[in-house]
């Protein structure tokens, strides 16, 4: 079972950034899509940004596009998402997920929590007006 530990959330005011890391154990993290979501308590888990497995293609929820950047450096088996342009509601915790299936192509379609089977416990990221 993957184990992911994501790091580098705080506190930061409205217009900064920062950027959040998750590492992965295992072997395989190059073969699968890697997702960032957040959620806050009694609300649905929303979308962030995901990657794939080879790094060729990501997505990005509408409200973050043009703001964040989701990489990865597959020889550290760690992803990453800088965060710009933060403002007060990207406030939340945000976790980062590995896909359930090996080399998945989302072709057309964005993806979907339910595409994600491996989770991190989470990190916070406050974001103050």
């Known amino acids: 079972q993957v184990q992911l530990v994501e790091s580098g959330g705080g506190s930061v005011q409205a217009g900064g950034s920062l950027r959040v890391s998750c590492a992965a154990s295992?072997?395989?993290?190059?073969?699968?899509?890697m997702g960032w979501f957040r959620q806050t308590p009694g609300k649905e888990r929303e979308f962030v940004a995901a990657?794939?497995?080879?790094?060729?293609?990501?997505y990005y929820a509408d409200s973050v596009k043009g703001r964040f950047s989701i990489t990865r450096d597959n020889a550290k088996n760690t992803v990453y998402l800088q965060m710009n342009s933060l403002k007060p509601e990207d406030t939340d915790v945000y976790y980062c997920?590995?896909?359930?299936?090996?080399?998945?192509?989302?072709?057309?379609?964005?993806?979907?929590?339910?595409?994600?089977?491996?989770w991190g416990q989470g990190t916070q990221v406050t974001v103050s007006s």
């Open positions: 997920a590995r896909d359930k299936i090996l080399r998945r192509q989302y072709n057309s379609r964005s993806p979907l929590s339910g595409d994600f089977g491996s």
């Open positions: 295992g072997r395989t993290f190059s073969s699968y899509a």
């Open positions: 990657i794939t497995w080879s790094g060729g293609y990501t």
